[in-house]
Structure formats: structure tokens, C-alpha cells
């Protein structure tokens, strides 16, 4: 007789490696099932947590910042800054930028009275004419003009800000919140000259 076909004491036949094979299977997940029970929370029942009725999430909204009127002209309180609107003027042309209708443009100065660095950017202003249409800045404009700066505690920036606007607007009012996105707590609205 040949040794191929007589097994050896030592070697296991089909049957018994897929008894063994199946006795680990059934061992794991008897073992995976005690694990999950001792270390579920107790009175935790998935099967109630999975069909219980769920809240509905609650969305925050966030408010709008109070608003504040003033003149052109006048340094006033926003928030942490004290600002000054200056000269504002009607151009078909800033900064090598033109447009069929026109930009008004406005002068502004900033002063940080915070005792840490605050945001300044062209999103924190809003131009309103006489009929409530808002404007928002022009965001292509970088030197000497608004875009975003971080202001250190005590220093005092000076800016243009541009808005395209249709021509023959009027009734204008800009309205400048005293930070950078939710970081915005108070507003003023400046009637322009």
C-alpha cells in the first residue's frame, strides 16, 4: 500500500477539519456577543433604541446683529472698533476696474479698541439705497482698499470700500457689523452724504 493514501495518526481528514473549522466560527461569535453584553451600558436595550422615535435635531439660527443709525462723518461706536465713514463718491472707474453703470465708493477708518486683534473685511459692509436693495463690496479690489486684515489692539486702519451699483441710486446707507461673519455682534447704519 502506498503512504499517500493511508493518513497518518498526526493529520486531520476533511470532516474533521471542518468540525474543527466550525467549532472556532461558532467559539468567535459566542465570544463576540459576551463581549458586547458586558460591556453594553446597562439598561441599554438596541433593539428599543433602534425603533424608539428620535427628536428632530433643532437647527440654531442666528440672529441678527442690532442696528445702530449715524452720520457719516462721526466716529462712532462699533463694538470694539471706534469708525469714522468719511467722503463718498460715484465713479464709473476704481483702481483700473470699470463698469457701465457706477461704484460708490466710500472712505472708512477703523480703530481697534480691543485689547486683542480683531477681523476686518469687505463682508462686514453693506450699501442700501433709499428703495432697500442691498449691495455687497466688490471682492476684487486688494490695495488700499478693504479686503480682510487682522487689526492689532490700539492701531487704526484707513480703507476705501467699492460697491458696482446700477446708476442713479440714491437714499444711500452703509451698514458695517463689528466683525468678520458670526463673529458680528452689533451693526451700524451710516446715512451717506
Known amino acids: 500500500m502506498d503512504d499517500r493514501q493511508t493518513p497518518r495518526s498526526n493529520e486531520m481528514t476533511y470532516g474533521q477539519q471542518t468540525k474543527r473549522n466550525s467549532l472556532i466560527l461558532l467559539g468567535a461569535v459566542v465570544v463576540v456577543f459576551a463581549l458586547i453584553y458586558l460591556f453594553a451600558p446597562e439598561g441599554t436595550d438596541t433593539v428599543a433604541q433602534e425603533s424608539a422615535v428620535k427628536p428632530a435635531p433643532t437647527t440654531v439660527v442666528p440672529t441678527e446683529a442690532p442696528i445702530q443709525t449715524a452720520q457719516a462723518g462721526v466716529e462712532t461706536a462699533l463694538g470694539q472698533f471706534a469708525v469714522t465713514v468719511g467722503a463718498s463718491s460715484i465713479t464709473q472707474e476704481v483702481a483700473g476696474n470699470t463698469t457701465v453703470d457706477q461704484f460708490v465708493v466710500v472712505d472708512l477708518t477703523f480703530k481697534n479698541n480691543d485689547t486683542r486683534a480683531r477681523d476686518l473685511s469687505h463682508s462686514i459692509a453693506t450699501l442700501i439705497d433709499g428703495s432697500g436693495v442691498e449691495y455687497k463690496a ?36 452703509l ?9 458680528a455682534e452689533t451693526a451700524v447704519e451710516f446715512t451717506l452724504k
Do not use: C, H, M, Q
Open 175 to 183: 451698514r458695517l457689523k463689528d466683525g468678520v461673519a458670526f463673529a
Open 138 to 173: 466688490s471682492d476684487f479690489l486688494r490695495d488700499g482698499f478693504l479686503y480682510y486684515e487682522t487689526v492689532n489692539p490700539g492701531l487704526t486702519r484707513s480703507y476705501k470700500i467699492a460697491f458696482e451699483t446700477p446708476a442713479g441710486i440714491s437714499g444711500l446707507k
